[in-house]
């Protein structure tokens, strides 16, 4: 008898197959064969609670697992009073808006080193993270973490280790995994089976539990010396290699959420899940 599936599937936004908002994608992603959708608040989050709450709904009776994406334009490392302001405002709103909706994390990039060191940046983005903390305890938002995506470009703040440190030492933060990213930026190079196991073994051991409900996103990725340039579909030679992950997820038993941040976005989400259970 096969092994059930305990990796979930899905797209960041809406499935181009599917009509409508993001409501009427819920259960079009389950028809799919989907389990997963990322909320795509990139460019501002215009949520409101009315219509968060249907989509909670929905999610529940159709099995979807819902997450989101905060706006690019935070920066938790800027020294900028007004930018600041202006990350915890839309950091707040993104985890405001996942509770009202049920989605268990808001995906946010760290920062820009401009000139500062890690340590700075990890200082400052504390700094915002207590404010944030404060916040969120007075308005009673709980049960939504804050995910540090791993960067794809040497100028971000963001590096693996560097979302790693930030899940161990502050908790309103949870490590996303940018597969992509990983390897653009040169964190880690991911050709094979054995990479990705590696990779896995240095997360169980900086992050002892983590692979049992783990967050990640994947596409295939162009790169140059300074890291990332554009997102690039699950096909021919592109780099990182997809079939090697998914053997090592299904046949490791690890668990969590995969979503496609790939141009043909639930198409190569349903690619990898055909080449997941085929391991399992």
């Given at each position: 008898m096969?092994?059930?599936p305990?990796v979930?599937?899905?797209?960041?936004?809406?499935?181009?197959?599917?009509?409508?908002?993001?409501l009427a994608a819920i259960?079009c992603?389950r028809?799919?064969?989907?389990g997963?959708?990322e909320?795509?608040f990139v460019?501002?989050?215009k949520?409101?609670?009315?219509n968060a709450?249907?989509?909670k709904?929905?999610s529940e009776?159709f099995n979807?697992?819902?997450?989101?994406h905060?706006?690019y334009?935070?920066?938790?490392c800027t020294k900028d009073?007004t930018?600041?302001?202006?990350t915890k405002?839309?950091?707040?709103?993104?985890?405001e808006?996942?509770?009202w909706?049920?989605a268990r994390v808001?995906?946010?990039?760290?920062?820009?080193y401009?000139?500062k060191?890690?340590?700075?940046?990890?200082?400052?983005?504390?700094?915002r993270?207590?404010?944030?903390?404060?916040?969120m305890d007075k308005?009673?938002?709980?049960?939504?973490?804050?995910?540090?995506e791993?960067v794809?470009k040497k100028?971000?703040?963001?590096s693996?280790n560097e979302c790693i440190?930030?899940?161990?030492?502050i908790p309103?933060i949870m490590?996303v995994?940018?597969?992509?990213?990983?390897?653009?930026?040169?964190d880690?190079?991911?050709?094979?089976e054995?990479d990705?196991a590696k990779?896995?073994?240095?997360?169980?051991n900086?992050l002892?539990?983590y692979?049992?409900?783990?967050h990640?996103?994947?596409?295939?990725?162009?790169?140059?010396?300074k890291?990332?340039k554009?997102?690039?579909?699950l096909e021919?030679?592109?780099?990182p290699p997809?079939?090697?992950?998914?053997?090592?997820l299904?046949?490791?038993?690890?668990s969590g959420v995969?979503?496609?941040?790939s141009?043909?976005?639930?198409?190569d989400?349903l690619k990898?899940?055909k080449e997941?259970l085929?391991?399992?």
């Amino acid at each position: 008898m096969p092994k059930k599936p305990k990796v979930r599937f899905g797209s960041a936004g809406i499935p181009h197959q599917c009509k409508g908002g993001s409501l009427a994608a819920i259960e079009c992603s389950r028809n799919l064969g989907l389990g997963a959708m990322e909320l795509e608040f990139v460019r501002g989050v215009k949520l409101k609670e009315e219509n968060a709450k249907k989509l909670k709904t929905a999610s529940e009776k159709f099995n979807i697992r819902l997450s989101a994406h905060a706006p690019y334009w935070v920066n938790c490392c800027t020294k900028d009073k007004t930018k600041q302001e202006t990350t915890k405002r839309n950091l707040f709103a993104a985890a405001e808006a996942c509770s009202w909706a049920g989605a268990r994390v808001a995906v946010f990039h760290p920062g820009y080193y401009q000139g500062k060191t890690s340590k700075e940046c990890f200082n400052l983005l504390k700094a915002r993270f207590e404010e944030l903390k404060e916040k969120m305890d007075k308005n009673k938002i709980t049960g939504v973490k804050l995910g540090a995506e791993t960067v794809g470009k040497k100028s971000q703040y963001g590096s693996l280790n560097e979302c790693i440190e930030l899940h161990q030492k502050i908790p309103e933060i949870m490590l996303v995994i940018d597969f992509a990213h990983v390897h653009a930026r040169g964190d880690w190079r991911f050709k094979a089976e054995e990479d990705y196991a590696k990779f896995f073994n240095h997360i169980e051991n900086k992050l002892p539990g983590y692979l049992k409900d783990f967050h990640a996103h994947f596409s295939c990725i162009e790169y140059s010396e300074k890291g990332e340039k554009s997102h690039l579909p699950l096909e021919g030679k592109n780099e990182p290699p997809y079939k090697s992950l998914m053997k090592v997820l299904a046949e490791q038993g690890y668990s969590g959420v995969i979503i496609s941040e790939s141009p043909m976005l639930e198409f190569d989400a349903l690619k990898m899940q055909k080449e997941y259970l085929k391991h399992l």
